[in-house]
């Protein structure tokens, strides 16, 4: 069992930014895919971003690609996302996620295995 604790949430103006960080209890953590998953109230969880367990390649979501950035520090056992540009379509809860099979570009909910309890990220216009 993996447990996955997002933190770096919080309020910021449009054009802000935040840096999320998701730190993972598995000595595994470094064979791990992993997400970053948003979602906002009424609508669906989608995804953000995904890194490979090596961070060799990265995935955005065509809404964000461009001023978000996912990375990992495998030593750290954490995964990050750095938010720039922020827009109000931005605010919703983020949530990290590890998928615990071959390590690739994972872009659907139901391919990860374990998921944090999520941080709040509100864009004010």
């Known amino acids: 069992q993996v447990q996955l604790v997002e933190s770096g949430g919080g309020l910021v103006q449009a054009g802000g930014s935040l840096r999320l960080s998701c730190a993972a209890s598995s000595r595994t953590f470094s064979s791990y895919t992993m997400g970053w998953f948003r979602q906002a109230p009424g609508k669906e969880r989608e995804f953000v971003a995904t890194?490979?367990?090596?961070?060799?390649?990265?995935y955005y979501a065509d809404s964000v690609k461009g001023r978000f950035t996912i990375s990992r520090d495998n030593a750290k056992n954490t995964v990050y996302l750095q938010m720039n540009s922020l827009k109000p379509e931005d605010t919703a809860v983020y949530y990290c996620?590890?998928?615990?099979?071959?390590?690739?570009?994972?872009?659907?909910?139901?391919?990860?295995?374990?998921w944090g309890q999520g941080t709040q990220v509100t864009v004010s216009s």
């Open positions: 890194i490979t367990s090596s961070g060799t390649s990265t």
């Open positions: 996620a590890a998928h615990r099979g071959t390590s690739g570009i994972y872009t659907a909910r139901w391919g990860y295995d374990y």
